[in-house]
């Protein structure tokens, strides 16, 4: 099977794409993301002022990884997950929210940024894209992987990892 | 589930490394690390504990390039071998396309290994998948040992049927590392296009 975790296309892209952008301005954050809970980074976006990110797809795997282990831990106690999920450090932080069962919106912010901003912008931002999500009329676009796709990305897997011992 | 990213135009698949506890997972993804060239690969994380066992996972994101305009990518996890860990293999296990399970070859680890197939089969059951849902492939590690035990008879215990591609390996030395995940991504591949 395969899917987007997010119907994230097309003009509904462009839009939640505004009201990434729009987030890290009111809130003054660093980068705003939307990440699956595979840990595959479906969306991002950084202010102009920001740093360089560290990697994404390390970023998003432990996002996600952590989230889950929070929801588990959260379980153990009869809770359905914790409510506040914010991490503060010295100089950086992350804040989050759900988006749905199957994304997260993940903001990282620094010293420069009101915790509570950052909160509150969050999830305005996590409340238009829930609402655009269930709202969109988008088609997905049209693609194929046929027989065909599968040999050409074998190829490139024999040399990524040499060609099977016959 | 593969993943489609239509924005970033990338398909994504998770593989997981799976096995009993010091069969080898972490040294696996080390030498791929090691001997994948730089543009394919991203960073590595490891989750350990002090003596270097897996604590949660270790990650390691691989570009296999780009057909048809689609960017291939595969997340490649091990998930902690040692038995009270299971919490956590089952939270690495969502979303997987496909397994690499790595048999220990001692003597000893027999039943070990044997636990670890079952603990797979159960997990996968949390997110209603069974072994016939998700391609697999075996390594059987450590092949260099004195007295490692007969391919035939891992497998035995393993994979009666004989179901699943077997590879013999040396992780370590970098013997037999490349083949079962050039195995399982193809499977992975193929079933995807099957579907399609």
Redesign the interface.
């Known amino acids: 099977m395969l899917e987007p975790s997010l119907e994230l296309y097309g003009e509904t892209f462009e839009k939640v794409d505004a009201l990434l952008k729009e987030l890290l301005a009111k809130s003054h954050a660093r980068y705003a993301m939307i990440i699956d809970l595979k840990g595959f980074v479906l969306m991002h976006s950084r202010a102009v002022w920001a740093p360089k990110p560290p990697s994404l797809d390390s970023f998003a795997t432990l996002i996600a990884s952590n989230y889950s282990a929070n929801t588990a831990i959260a379980k153990l106690f009869g809770e359905t997950g914790f409510q506040e999920m914010v991490q503060q450090g010295a100089e950086v932080g992350t804040y989050l929210e759900e988006l749905g069962e199957e994304a997260l919106l993940v903001t990282v912010f620094d010293s420069s940024a009101a915790l509570g901003r950052v909160k509150l912008f969050t999830k305005n931002a996590a409340q238009a894209i829930k609402v655009l999500l269930e709202t969109s009329q988008g088609e997905a676009p049209d693609v194929t992987f046929d027989q065909e796709w599968s040999e050409s990305t074998g190829a490139l897997l024999d040399t990524l990892f040499g060609n099977e011992k016959s | 589930?593969?993943?489609?990213?239509?924005?970033?135009r990338e398909?994504?698949f998770?593989i997981v490394y799976y096995g009993p506890g010091l069969s080898g997972k972490t040294t696996n993804l080390k030498q791929i690390y090691s001997n994948?060239?730089g543009e394919?690969k991203?960073?590595m994380?490891s989750l350990a504990t002090e003596d270097e066992r897996t604590l949660?996972?270790d990650?390691l994101?691989?570009d296999?390039?780009s057909?048809?305009g689609?960017k291939?990518r595969f997340?490649l996890y091990t998930v902690p071998g040692q038995v009270f860990y299971n919490?956590?293999r089952k939270?690495?296990l969502?979303?997987v396309d496909g397994v690499v399970f790595i048999a220990d070859s001692a003597p000893n680890r027999l039943r070990a290994n044997a636990e670890s197939l079952r603990s797979l089969r159960e997990n996968l059951q949390e997110y209603n998948l069974s072994l016939d849902d998700v391609p697999l492939t075996i390594q059987i590690n450590k092949r260099d040992m004195p007295d490692a035990l007969p391919v035939e008879m891992i497998r035995q215990v393993l994979d009666p049927q004989q179901k699943y591609p077997v590879f013999e390996a040396v992780a370590q030395e970098f013997q037999g590392v490349?083949?079962p995940?050039?195995?399982v991504?193809?499977l992975v591949?193929?079933k995807?296009?099957q579907?399609?």
């Open positions: 589930m593969s993943t489609i990213n239509f924005s970033a398909i994504n998770k994948v060239p394919s991203g960073e994380v949660f996972f990650f994101p691989l296999l390039g057909v048809n689609f291939t997340h919490s956590s939270l690495i969502r979303g490349f083949e995940l050039r195995a991504s193809k591949l193929e995807l296009a579907k399609a």
